[in-house]
């Protein structure tokens, strides 16, 4: 029996879908059997992240409701054997589905996968419902700015009404020249406030705009700093201890103080 | 000047911008006209099922596309007939 991850954050924008294909695709490059599920009914996107968008026949709403199999639905991704893509409607509305049905496919998914990985659409009300009903387990992605941060506090407790205990923090975009010039919270700050484990760190970078205009997830690219984030990522969610990556200031000034050995390593 | 060639040497490389840009206006051109690339494939194959009975069909020439013109969409075939088979 696989496990079941929904990625989610409240907040819009901050990095979902490519948090889910990322995590996905590098579980898969691990060897694991993965199946991702796109739950952002009516605005699907995890299909364009992933370069998989043309291959879409059906969706789950129709596995859902009868109009085809499991597997029909199923689109197996073009780079690797073991990482499947289960596309959300996009021409439907949330309440197409409900939480039972979800927790139902999940279930099946879960049977046949190691790993199924749930991307949660914004928001507080039915989709996000749907998304979270069938996990184990919840990561939510927090930026490092005032508004992600208030909204992932807020489904911490949403999730705790789900039953859904203990979720992991993700840290995306942080940008480190900011940081150490005090213009942008800490890891630390985050973590004081949030009160959640720390699953990982990811920087602020232009790599993965690049691999999502190619529909290439920046885990498969080995010089991407946020793509090596997303690898060290992975390696925890199975169990493995890295430390988190002190996080390079590619700034002028960062690498010059590297130069005189005052800055940090 | 340089960011002038630099830009055009790009432009000619397939650049990853260019490459969102035509992946998205295929994307939305399904996404408007409600219809999956996949269907669509699906369609193109049961269309050449069907015909098939019928005629000789060029299907490595067979066009089928969505056309939007305002606020009406069209389905567009171009099928390339052969020959008219003969009723028995």
Request: a negative charge; proline letters at 3%.
């Amino acid at each position: 029996m696989g496990k079941s991850i929904v990625i989610t954050s409240g907040k819009g924008g901050v990095g979902k879908t490519t948090t889910t294909a990322n995590i996905g695709t590098g579980l898969a490059q691990l060897g694991r059997k993965v199946c991702l599920v796109d739950a952002d009914i009516g605005l699907r996107n995890l299909d364009v992240v992933m370069g998989l968008e043309n291959r879409i026949v059906y969706d789950l709403v129709d596995v859902i409701e009868g109009h085809c199999r499991l597997r029909q639905a199923m689109i197996k991704d073009k780079r690797m054997e073991n990482l499947y893509l289960l596309p959300a409607a996009q021409t439907r509305e949330k309440d197409a589905i409900n939480p039972v049905q979800m927790q139902e496919l999940i279930t099946q998914l879960k049977e046949e996968f190691e790993y199924v990985i749930v991307d949660c659409p914004a928001g507080i009300e039915q989709g996000f419902k749907n998304a979270t009903a069938g996990a184990d387990l919840a990561i939510i992605v927090s930026t490092p700015e005032v508004s992600a941060v208030r909204d992932a506090d807020r489904i911490v407790g949403l999730l705790e009404a789900q039953e859904l205990y203990d979720p992991k923090l993700i840290i995306n975009r942080i940008r480190p020249e900011m940081v150490r010039k005090g213009d942008m919270m800490t890891i630390q700050d985050m973590i004081d406030i949030l009160a959640i484990p720390l699953l990982g760190v990811v920087p602020d970078d232009e790599s993965i705009i690049i691999s999502t205009n190619r529909g290439e997830p920046a885990v498969m690219d080995k010089k991407s700093q946020s793509g090596q984030a997303f690898r060290n990522i992975v390696r925890r969610l199975e169990g493995a201890e890295i430390p988190f990556l002190e996080l390079d200031d590619n700034s002028v000034v960062g690498r010059l103080m590297r130069m005189i050995g005052v800055g940090k390593r | 000047m340089l960011d002038f060639l630099a830009r055009l040497l790009k432009s000619s490389d397939n650049s990853s911008k260019d490459k969102a840009k035509e992946r998205l206006r295929l994307v939305l051109v399904h996404d408007r006209a409600l219809l999956s690339p996949g269907l669509l494939e699906s369609l193109k194959e049961e269309l050449i099922q069907v015909l098939s009975k019928y005629m000789d069909i060029d299907e490595q020439a067979l066009e089928v596309n969505l056309d939007k013109s305002d606020d009406s969409v069209a389905l567009i075939a171009n099928i390339p007939v052969r020959n008219v088979k003969r009723r028995h």
